[in-house]
């Protein structure tokens, strides 16, 4: 019983460590897209999202995707883009 829930804690905090290393990633990029292209020529979907990612770095895509009412795919996608 123990070592199940050691490894359930591992497991989740392997998954968040990945989370954030992702967001951090994304809002890096974010950043850059925005300084070099301005938000103003950014897609309106795209800086929701851009936005949305900057606020919420802990947030996984399924989270995000919920948020936005968009698949996890859409949302993958757009970041991406």
């Known amino acids: ?25 994304q809002i890096d990029a974010i950043n850059k897209v925005c300084k070099r292209y301005g938000k103003k020529n950014l897609d309106k979907n795209l800086l929701e999202l851009c936005e949305l990612r900057s606020k919420n770095p802990t947030l996984s895509l399924k989270e995000l995707a919920e948020i936005l009412k968009i698949s996890k795919l859409g949302v993958n996608h757009r970041l991406k883009k």
């Open 1 to 25: 019983m123990k070592n199940n829930t050691n490894r359930l804690a591992n497991c989740e905090t392997v998954n968040l460590d990945k989370t954030l290393n992702t967001a951090f990633t």
